[in-house]
């Protein structure tokens, strides 16, 4: 399980492990594609790959920046 941001609906979606469609290698991250509880497949990145991300920003947790909530 792990948790992801929506960016459909902005909210925090707890996923299973098997929602992830696939996990395609990069050279400087891992691209997951999730499918979402919204009913629509997001992409991810993580940054699991340490020598391709020395230097730059450290490794992230799988979401985007959160914005405020919008009425
Ligand atoms: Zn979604």
């Not at 399980?1 to 290698?25: G, Q, W």
Request: aromatic content about 2%; proline content about 11%; overall charge positive.
């Amino acid at each position: 399980m792990f948790l992801i941001t929506c960016p459909v609906t902005r909210t925090d979606e707890l996923v299973a492990d098997r929602r992830i469609r696939s996990a395609v290698n990069h050279p400087a991250h891992i691209a997951l594609h999730v499918e979402c509880p919204c009913g629509a497949v997001h992409v991810y990145r993580t940054g699991r790959r340490r020598e391709a991300t020395v230097g730059r920003r450290p490794a992230v947790p799988v979401r985007p920046a959160p914005e405020p909530a919008r009425a």
